[in-house]
C-alpha cells in the first residue's frame, strides 16, 4: 500500500529544523513564539501545502485569513533593532492571536526597491510599516486592501491607522507656553511625507491655541536630509536671535537637533528647552529623555489587526483612518526659559 504524502507537523518541523510543537504554537498565532519563526513557519506551510489537520477522516482545507505584513527595511534584522517596528509586531501579534489570523511578515527589500511579494504568500490584506513607494503601493492594492501605519499615499485606495499627530504637537507647544516660552522653532523634515504635515498643523495650532504670536514663530523644513540634520545654520542662527525652544518633528529629529545645538555650545534644557514626538530610543544613540509624545504603537498594532479583519470583512467599505489616543511624557529636555541668558559663542 503506498504511504501518504500529505504534509504534517513533522514535515514543516524538518524543513525548518525546530521542534514540531514550536511549528504548532507557531500556526496557532502562539504570542510566546517571536514572530520572525511564526511567518517563516507559515510561509513554508503554504509552500509545501499543508492543509491542517481534522479529528477524524482525511485532512479537510481550512483557509485561514492572512495578513501580510510588511517593513520598509533591509532585513528582518533591520526590523528587530528599531523599537518602533517591535511595538507595532507586539500589537499585531497579540491581536492576531486572539482574532485567530495568520500574519506573514516580510522586509520590503526581499522584493526589489519597488517590488511587491510574489502571489503564492497567499495575503489577504496588507499592513505597511514605513516610506514605501508609492508603485508598490499600488501593486499591492491592486490585489489585496492595504492599511498603512502613519502615512498616507494620494492616489491610492487604502485604510490608515494614525497617530494623534495633531493633538499630541499640540499639547506639547501647550506645554512649553506654560513654562514661559514664547518664541518656538519649528524644525520638521520634507513636508512631502503626509506624517509631516499633520504634525506642522499640529504646531500652528498649538501656537494659536496657546495665545502665542505666529509671526514670531521660526519654521524650518528643509534642514534635513534622509533624516539627517545637514543645514544647522539656520536652527542655531534662530536661537541666538531669540528663540527659547525647538519643537521637533520627531525623536529622531530631536536627537539630530540636541547633537547640532550642543555641539554649537547650547546646554539642553538651561539654554534651549527641546521636545521630539514618538517617545523611542534609537540603537546606538544615548537615551535623551525627552520631553515627547507617546503615540502607543502597541496599540496602533492591535488596532492595525482588527481593522484588517474588519475590511475583509466589509472589502467595499469607504476608507477609513482611525486615530489611536496618545499621551505626552514630560522629560529632563524642557524648564522654563532662563532671564537675560548669554548666548554660547561659537566653539573654534
Same mark, same amino acid.
Given at each position: 500500500?503506498?504511504?501518504?504524502?500529505?504534509?504534517?507537523?513533522?514535515?514543516?518541523?524538518?524543513?525548518?529544523?525546530?521542534?514540531?510543537?514550536?511549528?504548532?504554537?507557531?500556526?496557532?498565532?502562539?504570542?510566546?513564539?517571536?514572530?520572525?519563526?511564526?511567518?517563516?513557519?507559515?510561509?513554508?506551510? *503554504?509552500?509545501?501545502?499543508?492543509?491542517?489537520?481534522?479529528?477524524?477522516?482525511?485532512?479537510?482545507?481550512?483557509?485561514?485569513?492572512?495578513?501580510?505584513?510588511?517593513?520598509?527595511?533591509?532585513?528582518?534584522?533591520?526590523?528587530?533593532?528599531?523599537?518602533?517596528? *517591535?511595538?507595532?509586531?507586539?500589537?499585531?501579534?497579540?491581536?492576531?492571536?486572539?482574532?485567530?489570523?495568520?500574519?506573514?511578515?516580510?522586509?520590503?527589500?526581499?522584493?526589489?526597491?519597488?517590488?511587491?511579494?510574489?502571489?503564492?504568500?497567499?495575503?489577504?490584506?496588507?499592513?505597511?510599516?514605513?516610506?514605501?513607494?508609492?508603485?508598490?503601493?499600488?501593486?499591492?492594492?491592486?490585489?489585496?486592501?492595504?492599511?498603512?501605519?502613519?502615512?498616507?499615499?494620494?492616489?491610492?485606495?487604502?485604510?490608515?491607522?494614525?497617530?494623534?499627530?495633531?493633538?499630541?504637537?499640540?499639547?506639547?507647544?501647550?506645554?512649553?507656553?506654560?513654562?514661559?516660552?514664547?518664541?518656538?522653532?519649528?524644525?520638521?523634515?520634507?513636508?512631502?511625507?503626509?506624517?509631516?504635515?499633520?504634525?506642522?498643523?499640529?504646531?500652528?495650532?498649538?501656537?494659536?491655541?496657546?495665545?502665542?504670536?505666529?509671526?514670531?514663530?521660526?519654521?524650518?523644513?528643509?534642514?534635513?536630509?534622509?533624516?539627517?540634520?545637514?543645514?544647522?545654520?539656520?536652527?542655531?542662527?534662530?536661537?541666538?536671535?531669540?528663540?527659547?525652544?525647538?519643537?521637533?518633528?520627531?525623536?529622531?529629529?530631536?536627537?539630530?537637533?540636541?547633537?547640532?545645538?550642543?555641539?554649537?555650545?547650547?546646554?539642553?534644557?538651561?539654554?534651549?528647552?527641546?521636545?521630539?514626538?514618538?517617545?523611542?530610543?534609537?540603537?546606538?544613540?544615548?537615551?535623551?529623555?525627552?520631553?515627547?509624545?507617546?503615540?502607543?504603537?502597541?496599540?496602533?498594532?492591535?488596532?492595525?489587526?482588527?481593522?484588517?479583519?474588519?475590511?475583509?470583512?466589509?472589502?467595499?467599505?469607504?476608507?477609513?483612518?482611525?486615530?489611536?489616543?496618545?499621551? *505626552?511624557?514630560?522629560?529632563?529636555?524642557?524648564?522654563?526659559?532662563?532671564?537675560?541668558?548669554?548666548?554660547?559663542?561659537?566653539?573654534?
Amino acid at each position: 500500500m503506498a504511504r501518504s504524502n500529505r504534509v504534517t507537523l513533522d514535515t514543516i518541523s524538518r524543513a525548518l529544523n525546530i521542534s514540531t510543537s514550536s511549528v504548532s504554537r507557531a500556526l496557532r498565532n502562539d504570542p510566546l513564539v517571536h514572530p520572525e519563526t511564526r511567518a517563516q513557519v507559515n510561509a513554508t506551510a *503554504m509552500r509545501l501545502g499543508y492543509q491542517g489537520r481534522s479529528r477524524r477522516g482525511p485532512q479537510v482545507s481550512v483557509k485561514q485569513r492572512t495578513i501580510g505584513v510588511l517593513f520598509a527595511a533591509s532585513s528582518m534584522s533591520d526590523v528587530k533593532s528599531h523599537s518602533l517596528t *517591535m511595538s507595532y509586531l507586539q500589537g499585531l501579534t497579540a491581536e492576531a492571536g486572539r482574532l485567530n489570523v495568520t500574519l506573514n511578515i516580510h522586509a520590503a527589500e526581499e522584493f526589489g526597491q519597488n517590488g511587491v511579494p510574489p502571489e503564492h504568500l497567499d495575503t489577504d490584506v496588507w499592513v505597511l510599516s514605513g516610506q514605501h513607494s508609492a508603485e508598490r503601493v499600488a501593486k499591492l492594492a491592486s490585489v489585496a486592501p492595504v492599511i498603512s501605519f502613519v502615512r498616507a499615499y494620494p492616489g491610492v485606495t487604502h485604510d490608515l491607522v494614525a497617530t494623534d499627530d495633531v493633538s499630541g504637537i499640540s499639547q506639547l507647544v501647550a506645554h512649553l507656553a506654560q513654562l514661559g516660552h514664547r518664541r518656538c522653532v519649528w524644525a520638521g523634515f520634507d513636508a512631502q511625507s503626509s506624517f509631516v504635515r499633520v504634525r506642522l498643523a499640529g504646531f500652528l495650532e498649538g501656537v494659536v491655541s496657546a495665545g502665542l504670536d505666529l509671526s514670531e514663530q521660526v519654521l524650518l523644513g528643509n534642514i534635513f536630509t534622509e533624516g539627517k540634520l545637514t543645514r544647522p545654520e539656520p536652527l542655531i542662527g534662530a536661537i541666538r536671535d531669540g528663540a527659547t525652544a525647538v519643537v521637533a518633528v520627531s525623536d529622531h529629529a530631536a536627537f539630530e537637533v540636541s547633537e547640532a545645538l550642543e555641539a554649537a555650545g547650547f546646554s539642553i534644557p538651561e539654554d534651549v528647552s527641546l521636545t521630539g514626538f514618538d517617545a523611542i530610543g534609537e540603537p546606538g544613540r544615548r537615551a535623551a529623555h525627552f520631553t515627547s509624545f507617546d503615540p502607543n504603537f502597541v496599540e496602533m498594532g492591535r488596532s492595525a489587526a482588527r481593522l484588517a479583519v474588519w475590511r475583509l470583512e466589509n472589502p467595499s467599505a469607504a476608507s477609513v483612518k482611525l486615530v489611536v489616543r496618545g499621551r *505626552m511624557l514630560e522629560g529632563i529636555t524642557t524648564a522654563a526659559p532662563r532671564r537675560g541668558k548669554s548666548v554660547p559663542k561659537r566653539k573654534r
